[in-house]
């Protein structure tokens, strides 16, 4: 019953912003890792952000100074701030927790699309 859920996906033209939220449940996910990927039409799914749970933080390159990721944990839920979006962001992003060593994340959300439109 451990479960990820994505929200704030939709439409939104290029230059706008979009804030997408991962609510977790039915796990505590304050001591893991946790991630928002995102997969384009006919492409590899790509790692976008990472946080772990001490607040250290990665970036794809190409969404570096565009994107913020947070988390609050009191909240149990993950954040993927997203500001002059661009075409090429558009795609079904995931958010995903917990990742041990040599494994991937063991809890992934289902999904939400984000399209760019120019």
């Known amino acids: 019953q451990v479960q990820l859920v994505e929200s704030g996906g939709g439409m939104v033209q290029g230059g706008g912003s979009l804030k997408l939220s991962c609510a977790g449940s039915?796990?505590?996910?304050?001591?893991?890792?946790m991630g928002w990927y995102r997969q384009a039409p006919d492409k590899e799914r790509e790692l976008v952000s990472a946080i772990s749970s001490d607040g250290t933080t990665t970036y794809k390159d190409s969404v570096k100074g565009r994107f913020t990721i947070s988390r609050d944990n009191a909240k149990n839920t993950l954040y993927l701030q997203m500001n002059s979006l661009k075409t090429e962001d558009t795609g079904v992003y995931f958010c995903?927790?917990?990742?041990?060593?040599?494994?991937?994340?063991?809890?992934w959300g289902q999904g939400t699309q984000v399209t760019v439109s120019s």
């Open positions: 995903a927790a917990c990742r041990p060593w040599g494994r991937d994340f063991k809890y």
């Open positions: 039915g796990y505590s996910f304050s001591s893991c890792g």
